[in-house]
């Protein structure tokens, strides 16, 4: 699939926002991602993991693990259309940490998935919590890839689509200058 293809299903499903957004952080933004709403549906869940397993290729891992909450189904698909097992990381007391008996093999290669990577941060946080449970990561991926291409993990890393989403303080959000209403997405009633 394409990226354009790709971009249509978020847009079919209002998973991709076009406008003047206000995000928890904080931040304006012209443009908002929810992946739950393309998640919704299983069978586009499925695709679109297939899609990502085949991009990011043959890495020889054994297991797929990603960031709770918003990377479980990615995680989940990814490693369905691998035929591997797929884990989550969750916080306990801030810090990322496989929880609930999930354990790895010492030196288990592993993928770290997300559904939207923005800086790597999460990503990251979810490196070192397989890191810490021995496993070794070989390769990393997400749905969308916010930061135009910019994240850079150290390791391999895919993304079914790359966007260059603008965000700015609210001082400088040119948006707010021009007198149009920020929006705070999920709130509104559609
Ligand atoms: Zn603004």
């Known amino acids: 699939m394409t990226q354009d293809e790709i971009l249509d299903i978020f847009r079919r499903n209002?998973?991709?926002l076009e406008g003047h957004f206000l995000l928890t952080s904080g931040l304006h933004s012209d443009r908002y991602i929810q992946c739950a709403l393309v998640l919704q549906h299983p069978e586009v869940?499925?695709?679109?993991g297939r899609?990502?397993?085949?991009k990011i290729g043959k890495t020889g891992a054994t297991v797929v693990v990603a960031p709770a909450l918003g990377g479980v189904l990615v995680a989940h698909e990814v490693a369905r259309a691998q035929g591997v097992r797929a884990l989550f990381t969750e916080r306990q007391e801030g810090r990322m940490t496989l929880r609930r008996g999930f354990s790895l093999e010492p030196g288990e290669p592993a993928i770290v998935v997300?559904?939207?990577i923005t800086t790597g941060g999460s990503t990251l946080e979810t490196i070192r919590a397989?890191?810490?449970a021995g496993g070794k990561v070989v390769a990393a991926g997400s749905l969308v890839d916010r930061s135009g291409g910019s994240a850079d993990l150290g390791i391999p890393r895919a993304a079914l689509a790359t966007l260059t989403v603008q965000n700015y303080d609210?001082?400088?959000c040119p948006f707010c200058r021009a007198g149009i209403p920020a929006v705070k997405p999920g709130s509104r009633e559609k």
């Open 130 to 132: 397989v890191e810490e």
């Open 45 to 48: 869940a499925e695709q679109l």
């Open 51 to 54: 899609e990502l397993a085949a």
């Open 14 to 16: 209002h998973a991709l």
């Open 114 to 116: 997300e559904d939207v």
């Open 170 to 172: 609210e001082q400088r």
